[in-house]
């Protein structure tokens, strides 16, 4: 049968070239049919409920494909669709890169798509699982309906980011390391109109604050005239513990003169808690 449909399809598209418009049009139509008859990838085989009482209160169907995939879809006790899983058979995530589709939906409309890949595509892209969430009120179709998209790393030491949207456009990465012990906690990167990253705000684990004082550092960049993105100023925040052994400096502030090409002269100011300059050098 297999070989039947490989010949009977190379035929159609043989004649398919071949042939004035309308015939072309009746030949996609047969090869269609013919298709679906013997057997397409994701030919629906049967569906079942396998759920009477499922975690929204109503009852789960599971619609069953040739190619050894299947669907789940929930509903709740009104028969409104919540969430659909799609779950992909062994031999598609080497095609196609996709483990599972989960896709949830509030009034109907889908609010949130979460996929995971298969472990082959994870260790190029480094990315386990992405969730995006969308604009209730906005066509799902529509790439300025996403708000927010997390990325979940293969390597739980790479953490996960969140990316903000707005009209298409990201507004502001947020990258977690929940594992880390020492250095950064979060980063957040902070985007203009050109999608650039013009502001970066660092926060650093217990460890660090405890043993080097530093609490926080922001840096700002922006175009310089040849059009070449640069440090303009940065900002960094010491703790109260740090302040009391270094004459009371509870942040400095560096900015960045510029005057050809790279070259720059810092120039370095230091604050108390309250803002007032700090004259004195460091202890």
């Not at 992909?88 to 196609?96: A, E, G, I, K």
Request: aromatic share 16%.
């Amino acid at each position: 049968m297999i070989w039947f449909r490989e010949c009977a399809v190379a035929e159609i598209k043989t004649l398919f070239y071949s042939q004035d418009y309308m015939m072309k049009k009746l030949l996609l139509g047969i090869l269609v049919i013919f298709l679906v008859w013997g057997g397409g990838p994701l030919f629906a085989a049967e569906q079942e409920v396998i759920d009477e009482n499922n975690e929204f209160g109503g009852r789960t169907l599971e619609i069953s494909n040739k190619d050894g995939s299947f669907i789940r879809v929930y509903y709740d006790d009104d028969e409104i669709k919540l969430k659909e899983e799609t779950i992909f058979s062994l031999d598609y995530p080497v095609d196609n890169g996709l483990d599972m589709i989960v896709v949830y939906y509030a009034f109907e409309k889908k609010v949130r798509e979460e996929r995971v890949y298969s472990n082959r595509v994870s260790e190029t892209t480094l990315i386990k699982r992405t969730i995006d969430h969308f604009n209730r009120f906005a066509d799902s179709q529509d790439k300025k309906a996403i708000i927010k998209t997390e990325n979940h790393f293969l390597d739980a030491f790479n953490g996960y980011n969140v990316i903000y949207r707005k009209d298409g456009l990201k507004t502001k990465i947020e990258w977690f390391y929940p594992l880390n012990i020492d250095g950064i906690e979060k980063n957040v990167i902070y985007f203009d109109e050109k999608e650039m990253g013009t502001k970066v705000e660092t926060f650093f684990t217990e460890k660090t604050r405890r043993e080097k004082g530093t609490h926080r550092r922001v840096y700002y960049n922006e175009y310089s005239p040849n059009k070449y993105f640069r440090k303009v100023r940065q900002e960094m925040f010491y703790t109260d513990a740090y302040a009391e052994q270094h004459n009371g400096v509870a942040s400095q502030i560096d900015i960045f003169h510029y005057s050809s090409g790279n070259e720059f002269k810092a120039e370095t100011n230091r604050f108390n808690k309250k803002g007032e300059k700090i004259f004195e050098p460091m202890n």
